[in-house]
């Protein structure tokens, strides 16, 4: 009985909140890959992207709720998805012909770009607090657990409950479907071909007859369906507030550095190795401890590695140390 | 001609130093930032005294106050400092009816008011390091010292029954200096603070900090954080893990910005606020009702008290100069005197011209006390059917 409290005392407080944030930070740090591979440079403007997409599909779901319209247990928002990423793909794709095109045909260099797209960010930061206002929004609705703690243990008799949002299954869930169907499209199809051969080598790509245009405006929309599903996953997750997506950055990027720049898979490993270690490092092990060892040897203290205000430099000492000892990151990816 | 020039360049001088003699107050407060949802009850508050004033035309032979807004940010030092800046030496401010957040409060205090010899009144800046900062006498507070809270949340904890308690704070000169103050208080009355673990404002993700916490345990989660940040987002991961359900909320949780966000969840959850069950505190919730805001909201009561001891301590030394009225603050804040409840400035005003002493009470009970801060009445909270009422006063 004891053992079984353990595994859910641990289960509830690191693994089940570490696989949706780690979830999250997958599909956003898969985004910042792409880009990376693809169109070679460091999109800073990723979070906004994502803040921006999650605006719109938050604007479609108060449309849907005040029309009457749901989705039963699940949110709305889901539904109003696909609008939501039709909206950020048509913004991304008008973006690159006013602003990234111009730099692309002079073959700047990749620092320039990321400096282009500092400036985009900064635009979109500000177009989402323009629109949707810097505070909080809520748009959750539906079902809020799939079992909540209470439960579990009226269920269970266990001393310990674990709780599992709505919003953690459906991050989980969209997430793989999301990267198996990008994995598929990247090795399966025509256009996923073509984009990896302009990935590889460009020269050899256009000689071979891929339109880089064409590669182009297919990357800028897988990145608007991957950020809009990422910043809506995370909303339902938590809240909405543009300030908080503008931080994600960071630790997107320390995923997709960590995975390895331009390798899908290492951005989907990155982002869980990101997450876990911000939960676990940190974790008090005294309750876990107490359930597994005999009295005499339980501990008194906290059994905690680290504080938690030392959480982010957990993540970015494992970055350091990556970079270190792989520069390309623990997949096989561009070194930075 | 050149007389007549003369004359005219004359008499607009003459005009401009008639209207330097108005007074300006500058109102510093975090209108965006973390405290973003409850400093609009609080510019409004100081601005519903300085027209009051205004409008007597009692004080200082009938000179008209402005009040001036400045955004201090709650957060960011830097911008706080220039904000007051503007306002000390473009606007000419007489006086500083701010910060609200104890961070930027002592950034404002060394960097401005000192260097430029100006009174600050804050109405929210809690931190205990502020009643022995530097400040050449310029420094009051209508807020009580969060050595104080830590004395009433433990009181209030214990009158409960509570043995042990897990504590996070967010990261700055406010929650650590409330969550020490509280520890100490706590564990020499006997209780148990199972783990003090801070959290950061605006991030991502709190399952970590949730986590810690569970693991440490105690009857109740004490959060000394802010409801438009990080302190909600810690509870929001309380709540949904089930790791805690009863919450206790200090002062910068206390907002109707909860009803919202959490409603029944916090049932059973308690805290406490800065507030008074004087008969000042109810009319001045009346007087801004009718003024169209929520006077009971955290604090806009003491920004009224704020502003009104400015002026009135202006009346009390026949000047609008820091250095000639900064003196009579204490004088006009406490007993003897007549007792001044809100609404009654324009009574104050003439009382202290005919030279008659005042005991400016107002709409927070002000008692100054030590470097000058507010002795401290504190509203008991309790959340019930998804709305947080008063229950008792402290």
Not at chain 1, 172 to 195: C, E, P
Not at chain 2, 11 to 27: F, L, N, P
Request: glycine share 12%; charged share 15%.
């Amino acid at each position: 009985m004891d053992f079984l409290n353990a595994i859910v005392a641990l289960a509830n407080f690191v693994i089940v909140p570490g696989m949706a944030y780690g979830a999250q930070l997958a599909l956003g740090a898969l985004g910042v890959t792409l880009i990376y591979g693809i169109l070679r440079f460091s999109n800073f403007a990723h979070g906004d992207t994502m803040a921006i997409g999650t605006m719109f599909v938050i604007l479609i779901t108060w449309g849907f709720q005040s029309a009457g319209i749901t989705f039963g247990p699940l949110p709305t928002a889901l539904l109003a998805l696909p609008f939501g990423i039709a909206l950020t793909g048509l913004l991304l794709i008008g973006t690159d012909k006013v602003v990234y095109q111009f730099y692309r045909q002079k073959k700047v260099k990749p620092v320039v770009m990321v400096m282009v797209s500092l400036g985009v960010m900064f635009i979109m930061n500000g177009l989402t607090r323009f629109i949707i206002g810097p505070g909080d929004q809520r748009f959750v609705d539906g079902e809020r657990f799939l079992i909540s703690a209470r439960e579990f243990k009226a269920m269970t008799g266990l001393k310990e409950g674990l709780a599992i949002k709505t919003s953690q299954g459906l991050t989980v869930v969209t997430a793989v479907i999301v990267v198996a169907i990008l994995f598929w499209f990247l090795n399966r199809t025509r256009t996923g071909k073509s984009m990896r051969a302009y990935s590889d080598n460009e020269d050899l790509a256009l000689l071979s007859g891929i339109n880089p245009e064409r590669v182009v405006l297919y990357t800028w929309l897988i990145v608007a369906a991957l950020a809009t599903v990422a910043g809506t996953l995370y909303g339902l997750d938590k809240s909405f507030k543009p300030f908080t997506y503008f931080q994600l950055l960071l630790p997107i990027f320390a995923a997709a550095i960590v995975g390895g720049l331009g390798n899908p898979l290492g951005a989907i490993a990155g982002g869980f190795v990101i997450a876990f270690s911000e939960v676990t490092i940190t974790y008090a092990f005294k309750k876990v401890a107490n359930y597994l060892l005999p009295e005499a040897l339980a501990p008194d203290g906290l059994a905690q590695l680290m504080s938690t205000d030392y959480k982010f430099a957990v993540s970015f000492s494992i970055l350091i140390i990556v970079l270190l000892f792989k520069p390309t990151g623990l997949f096989k990816g561009q070194s930075v | 001609m050149k007389k007549l020039l003369l004359a005219t360049t004359a008499s607009a001088m003459m005009t401009s130093i008639a209207a330097a003699e108005d007074v300006k107050i500058g109102i510093i407060l975090g209108f965006t930032g973390p405290l973003e949802s409850i400093t609009p009850q609080m510019g409004a508050g100081a601005e519903l005294a300085i027209a009051e004033v205004s409008a007597s035309g009692a004080l200082l032979d009938g000179a008209k106050v402005e009040g001036i807004r400045g955004d201090s940010t709650c957060v960011d030092a830097g911008a706080a400092t220039a904000a007051a800046e503007r306002l000390v030496t473009s606007d000419k401010v007489n006086a500083i009816m701010g910060a609200d957040c104890s961070g930027v409060t002592g950034a404002i205090l060394q960097n401005v008011a000192r260097a430029n010899g100006v009174v600050m009144v804050s109405p929210s800046a809690t931190s205990p390091g502020l009643s022995t900062a530097e400040d050449d006498g310029l420094f009051f507070r209508t807020a009580p010292s969060d050595a104080r809270q830590g004395v009433i949340v433990t009181n209030i904890l214990q009158d409960r029954g509570v043995k042990s308690v897990a504590l996070t704070y967010t990261n700055n000169d406010y929650g650590k200096g409330l969550a020490d103050a509280f520890k100490a208080e706590f564990e020499a009355a006997g209780g148990e603070v199972t783990i003090s673990a801070a959290h950061e404002d605006g991030k991502a993700d709190y399952s970590a900090e949730v986590g810690a916490l569970a693991s440490a345990g105690g009857e109740v989660l004490v959060v000394a954080g802010y409801v438009d940040q990080g302190g909600s987002g810690v509870i929001r991961g309380a709540i949904d893990s089930g790791a805690f359900d009863t919450f206790y909320l200090p002062d910068g949780m206390v907002g109707t910005k909860l009803n919202e966000i959490f409603g029944a969840e916090l049932n059973g959850s308690y805290g406490a606020y800065p507030g008074t069950d004087s008969e000042g505190a109810a009319t001045y919730a009346e007087m801004a009702k009718a003024a169209g805001f929520d006077g009971t909201s955290a604090f806009s009561g003491e920004s009224y008290d704020a502003a009104a001891l400015i002026m009135l301590s202006m009346q009390a030394a026949k000047s609008s100069a820091s250095a000639d009225f900064k003196d009579h603050i204490f004088d006009v804040a406490n007993a003897p005197g007549v007792e001044i409840f809100p609404g009654e400035l324009e009574k104050a005003l003439k009382l202290i011209a005919e030279g008659q002493d005042v005991n400016y009470v107002g709409a927070s009970a002000v008692e100054l006390v030590g470097a000058g801060e507010s002795a401290g009445n504190y509203q008991e909270i309790e959340f019930k059917d998804g709305v947080y009422s008063t229950i008792k006063y402290r």
